[in-house]
């Protein structure tokens, strides 16, 4: 796949997950007591309603930078941004390891899974993008600049 071709693929993947993303981080905040919580002898507490908020942004701030880095031609930056962009979509994995999830309402699965499967879709991307970070730079393309060695 061609660099150009890649890029497309990313803009619409992207463009996809962070849709999808606004759809399940605003419904987990404004419904938060709607979603099921770890019991008090969980391994791991529940997120506050606040904390999964601030994590979209900052979820989200992994994906711009990984789409700017892309832009760039620092594919490997770009593919090491994009999976911490992907944990925002994987994380919803977490929804099913507490007992109740599997009874929300169709609409809340449907948006919690498309987010997991954006999240799989982003990290297949970048680690595709990492394995072929070489072919994707064409060898004529406008590089950094080298730093001098000391």
């Known amino acids: 796949m061609s660099y150009l071709r890649a890029t497309r693929v990313l803009c619409w993947l992207l463009g996809i997950a962070v849709l999808v993303s606004v759809v399940h981080y605003v419904d987990n905040y404004v419904n938060y007591d709607d979603y099921p919580v770890p019991g008090p002898d969980a391994a791991v507490p529940a997120p506050s309603a606040r904390l999964v908020a601030i994590g979209w942004f900052v979820f989200t701030a992994f994906g711009a930078a990984g789409l700017l880095l892309w832009f760039r031609r620092h594919i490997t930056?770009?593919?090491v941004a994009l999976t911490g962009y992907s944990v925002s979509g994987l994380i919803g994995l977490a929804h099913y390891t507490v007992a109740g999830a599997t009874d929300m309402v169709w609409w809340r699965q449907?948006?919690?899974?498309?987010?997991?499967v954006c999240g799989a879709a982003v990290l297949g991307f970048a680690l595709w993008a990492a394995k072929h970070a070489g072919v994707l730079i064409p060898p004529g393309a406008k590089q950094p600049p080298a730093r001098p060695s000391s």
Request: no cysteine; hydrophobic share 70%; aromatic share 0%.
């Open 77 to 79: 930056s770009a593919a």
């Open 110 to 116: 449907l948006h919690v899974v498309a987010d997991i």
